[in-house]
């Protein structure tokens, strides 16, 4: 996870739900610090066509099926 001023934690996201044009990230407690964030949850309307929250839900899906899959986010509204 990186935020926008390149703070940056490794392994720290524990879940992300995509529902309609709700994207939610969760991130573990103990990251926040690193990334300079009061809140563990993160939450994006996403003003975009359902064609586009399609393909982003494809996309994310794909790149958070990387790494040990012990190590991986819950994913809730994804097809894996």
Known sequence: MMTPDQ??????VREVILTDTLLTVSLAPGCLDDLEL??????????VSAESVDAMREVLAKVL???????????TGFSV
């Open 38 to 47: 009061e809140d563990a949850k993160i939450e994006a309307v996403l003003d």
């Open 65 to 75: 099926a990387f790494g040990r899959e012990e190590a991986r986010p819950r994913l």
């Open 7 to 12: 703070c940056t934690a490794y392994g720290c």
